[in-house]
């Protein structure tokens, strides 16, 4: 089936660890992105890649950081510099470019860090 | 300063009225412009889209929305909601650069 697969569902970590959370599309899609959600908030924009080799700072990057090595892949990594990590999160893809598709979202993390 | 507004997060209301949900954005070039919705435990699906073309769109599920450039708005309406339609809404745009901003959502309550 096509689509983003977002793993794992659920993810615990103890405070001071970095963790790497996992995004992979086989849409053949060239942007991919990385939100978090917490309640009341929306989504935030933490990271986007438009291409292979090449991401740009969200809103809320501080803490996190990414790579975009292939381009079906975009992982994730929460450092422990993020002062908040806990939160569920979310990552897309879209075909991109002013024409491009909506963006396609994957099932989510859940991330837990105590 | 948020790119994307919405207001009113909780709206509450009975079976058969009108919803109106708010969206505003800041960006001031060419854009896209989404809604999606996640109803609970599910993740988010698209609800419509505007890329060019007739300014109101008309999505699934009976939901329609108007996008008027001069306002930067995009504005989601829906005559009869039901209960099902209890859910998050986010309004979303695709600005310049493929940067993809979401609003803060609004949570609609549907009472039957």
């Known amino acids: 089936d096509g689509g983003i697969t977002q793993s794992p569902k659920y993810l615990f970590r103890k405070e001071g660890q970095n963790v790497t959370l996992s995004c992979e599309q086989n849409?053949?899609?060239?942007?991919m992105y990385w939100y978090r959600q917490d309640p009341g908030q929306g989504l935030r924009l933490i990271y986007y890649?438009?291409?292979?080799?090449?991401?740009q700072k969200g809103d809320i990057a501080e803490g996190y950081s990414v790579s975009r090595e292939k381009k079906e892949s975009f992982p994730l990594t929460v450092t422990s510099a993020q002062k908040n990590p806990t939160a569920f999160y979310l990552c897309?893809?879209?075909?991109?470019?002013?024409?491009?598709?909506?963006?396609?979202f994957g099932q989510g993390t859940r991330l837990t860090v105590v | 300063a948020q790119s994307v507004s919405q207001h009113n997060h909780h709206v509450i209301l009975s079976e058969a009225a009108s919803l109106e949900l708010g969206c505003n954005y800041s960006?001031?070039?060419?854009?896209?412009l989404f809604w999606y919705v996640q109803y609970p435990g599910q993740h988010l699906q698209l609800l419509l889209k505007?890329?060019?073309?007739?300014?109101l769109v008309k999505g699934i599920k009976g939901f329609e929305a108007e996008f008027i450039k001069s306002k930067f708005s995009f504005n989601l309406r829906k005559p009869s909601v039901q209960w099902s339609d209890t859910a998050e809404y986010f309004c979303?745009?695709?600005?310049?650069?493929?940067?993809?901003?979401f609003g803060k959502g609004n949570q609609v309550v549907v009472i039957p």
């Open positions: 849409l053949n899609h060239d942007a």
């Open positions: 897309a893809s879209s075909t991109g470019g002013q024409g491009g598709t909506e963006a396609f």
């Open positions: 505007y890329f060019s073309g007739d300014p």
């Open positions: 960006y001031g070039g060419t854009v896209n």
């Open positions: 979303a745009v695709f600005e310049g650069n493929n940067r993809l901003a």
């Open positions: 890649s438009q291409i292979v080799n090449d991401f």
